[in-house]
């Protein structure tokens, strides 16, 4: 497009408005419902008489987000908190986001690791929590690209917007709305984090600009507000896992339970005093790198919920235990919430990273290492993926209906036949149930397909295993495994009849064949010295015997192999 105009001098100062029509244009769609198409758009001046031109260029998505009511229509109490892309009310999948590092190292390597961390969890969005800074462009420009949309809040906190700046505040919501608007990723402007009044002059000021500089995005006046929920009756009031099992929101702004990060990052910055010592020492540095620097109960917190699982004899199972309790207590809440959907729209684990060094609620610690959860929630997360609703761990001696669904977000099962299969295994790894739920084409998703009910005998056991899978045109598609009645014996699931692991690489392909006499369970391949750094496209999985699976993986060098009951 070329476009003549006269312009005589420096204070001849002209605007132009331009309109172009982009035939066939192709959407810009959230991970997982279709690709995140991106348009260039270059502008160039070229003096007719000669002299100096310029030029400049931007990328944008072309992309629709409507809010839509809750089932039931709306209601002054709450939010449309019904997110409508491209015409197509969605479930939305997320995760929180903090300020990357507490001494501002930005850099796009780091950003590149932690997102694309949150689209192998299968994330849509993230919420750039408002206690956290405004965030650069090179965060926006690969969450673009990568299909992942932002709630963008403003750094306000807790009510801080009372007190303050109010000159600085509007400055950082004016610029910045300016210098953000033109992102598809950018879903939703927001007042902030967990202010209980999220009134007065500055929220005014912030949806004000949301409409006058922007008008294309809702504008939420805080989190939690208005139908969505924060929920930590697991972890600040020590609340057991069960409550994690059971409960249940319009959609999730937050929740979650801290963990410890993995060994090998606890290591890095341990003294070296303390690196071998177990238990802690008393508020030594270990105890320090907690969510509060052990100044909450951190520590008795973390006691807590890794105590479920193992007896914590050494600094690495305490570990492992702490992030079973993490992985088990999210991932059963985000596969509950999908299947409520429409009356639940979305969830927001809290959170994918940190800000420093220490135990938190992320998935991945701040150097970069996936802890098991991580590998939880992307199954939880899968467009097609089939689960099982549990309402408690113990079961012990106890009837169980477990509720079966087929979650099927992109509409993967059309136009061929699928299954379903359930499988029970007891504490020695023998089967005590199968079952299988089949169907052909596409359903209407989330699709409860039925109940798998196991007898007070069948559930007498310690601990208790679950696997579901999705067989499509007979080929598994997805799968994943729960763990329960585990409780009764310390360190069971660790102590699981053993198996043998073959690892054979060819290039960056990893294939993993359970060569011994029983399941694997637990599976997981790691890079010693480099967790910060290793990317697999699956972990943690589940191994029949004689079973093998190809994962794929960013570097092949120094691998190890290892499972929950394989060394």
Not at 447 to 455: A, E, P, Q, S, V
């Amino acid at each position: 497009l070329y476009l003549a105009t006269d312009v005589s001098s420096e204070t001849d100062l002209r605007s132009l408005h331009l309109r172009l029509r982009i035939p066939n244009p192709k959407a810009w769609w959230p991970n997982g419902l279709g690709e995140p198409n991106l348009y260039r758009l270059t502008l160039s001046i070229r003096p007719d008489g000669g002299g100096q031109g310029d030029h400049s260029s931007t990328t944008f998505g072309i992309r629709t987000i409507e809010m839509a009511p809750l089932p039931g229509g709306e209601r002054p109490s709450f939010y449309n908190w019904t997110f409508v892309f491209n015409g197509r009310p969605t479930f939305l999948k997320g995760t929180g986001w903090c300020t990357m590092d507490s001494s501002m190292d930005f850099n796009r390597h780091r950003y590149e690791r932690f997102l694309s961390l949150a689209k192998d969890q299968n994330c849509q969005m993230v919420r750039g929590w408002g206690s956290g800074m405004p965030e650069t462009d090179d965060f926006y420009d690969l969450c673009d690209r990568l299909g992942i949309t932002v709630m963008h809040e403003w750094p306000t906190a807790w009510n801080s917007h009372e007190v303050q700046p109010y000159d600085a505040l509007e400055e950082t919501v004016r610029l910045n709305t300016l210098r953000l608007r033109n992102h598809p990723s950018l879903l939703m402007w927001g007042g902030g984090n967990e202010s209980s009044k999220p009134f007065g002059k500055a929220i005014d000021m912030m949806g004000r600009y949301a409409i006058e500089l922007d008008g294309t995005r809702p504008f939420h006046r805080g989190e939690p507000w208005a139908g969505s929920d924060h929920n930590y009756n697991c972890w600040w009031a020590k609340s057991h896992l069960d409550a994690n099992l059971k409960m249940t929101s319009r959609f999730f702004g937050e929740f979650g339970i801290a963990s410890v990060p993995v060994f090998e990052s606890v290591q890095r910055y341990l003294p070296p005093a303390e690196k071998t010592a177990w238990p802690p020492p008393e508020n030594g540095t270990f105890m320090h790198h907690t969510p509060v620097f052990n100044t909450a109960e951190d520590m008795n917190r973390l006691r807590q919920y890794a105590g479920y699982f193992t007896a914590g004899e050494s600094m690495q199972r305490f570990i492992t235990g702490s992030q079973m309790a993490h992985a088990l207590a999210v991932r059963h809440t985000l596969e509950r919430a999908r299947t409520r959907w429409p009356e639940c729209t979305g969830a927001l684990m809290y959170k994918l990273n940190d800000n420093y060094p220490a135990a938190s609620w992320a998935t991945t610690d701040w150097y970069g290492a996936t802890k098991i959860a991580h590998w939880f929630v992307q199954d939880a997360f899968s467009p097609l993926h089939a689960c099982a609703i549990f309402d408690s761990v113990n079961n012990n001696g106890k009837a169980l209906s477990l509720p079966v669904f087929l979650l099927d977000d992109a509409d993967a099962v059309a136009s061929a036949s699928w299954k379903v299969n359930v499988r029970a295994f007891d504490g020695k790894l023998k089967l005590i149930k199968a079952e299988s739920f089949n169907g052909t084409g596409s359903i209407q998703s989330p699709r409860k397909l039925g109940t798998f009910d196991l007898t007070e005998r069948q559930t007498d056991t310690t601990p208790l295993l679950v696997v579901t899978e999705v067989m499509k045109s007979n080929q598994i598609v997805d799968r994943t495994f729960y763990f329960v009645n585990y409780e009764p014996v310390k360190d069971c699931l660790l102590t699981l009849p053993r198996t043998q692991l073959k690892m054979t690489i060819s290039d960056k392909k990893v294939i993993v064949t359970n060569t011994g006499k029983v399941l694997a369970v637990g599976v997981h391949v790691d890079r010693p010295g480099h967790a910060d750094t290793f990317r697999a496209d699956d972990n943690y999985f589940w191994l029949d015997v004689g079973e093998s699976k190809t994962i794929t993986v960013n570097d092949a060098g120094g691998l190890a192999v290892g499972a929950w009951n394989a060394d």
